[in-house]
């Protein structure tokens, strides 16, 4: 069955972003209640926010196998690509992207299904991979202002 294999990738990465919660059941009982799930960055992975439109067009430029996941929210417009923990000053000079700090919380729908209307664009495999800081940052190109990470509640 050709689903088959997608929907076991799927399964593995909604098994590997419940390993990144310091409470896994409770991630579970949120999703439950179709509810978003609270997952801390900086120990697994850090989120950086984009739009989405920007965040849609650098799919075109990263190629499949090179990218980590990445969280939208279509009715928001915004977009969140998971990037290594130690990430350092790579795109501090990124156009309309935020990086957000250690312990922000990133408010995630399970890797199976939506909810609220975020959705995971490029859902997590279970493999852990993240998206690459420079290959990110290049395909949105630098220059240009930066919104600080309150701008965007």
């Known amino acids: 069955m050709a689903t088959q294999p997608a929907l076991f990738l799927r399964q593995a990465g909604q098994d590997w972003l419940l390993s990144c919660a310091d409470q896994p059941d409770a991630m579970e009982r949120a999703w439950d209640a179709e509810d978003l799930a609270p997952f801390p960055t900086g120990l697994h992975w850090k989120a950086a926010e984009t739009p989405l439109r920007e965040s849609m067009n650098v799919l075109k430029h990263i190629g499949p196998d090179r990218r980590g996941p990445m969280l939208a929210d279509v009715t928001a417009g915004r977009a969140w690509w998971l990037l290594p923990p130690n990430l350092g000053i790579e795109l501090d000079d990124v156009h309309r992207l935020t990086v957000h700090p250690r312990g922000w919380l990133l408010r995630c729908p399970p890797v199976l299904y ?11 495999d279970g493999s852990g991979q993240l998206t690459d800081p420079v290959l990110l940052g290049t395909a949105l190109g630098t220059g240009g202002p930066r919104f600080p990470a309150e701008a965007f509640g």
């Open 114 to 124: 939506l909810v609220r209307g975020r959705v995971w664009v490029e859902s997590p």
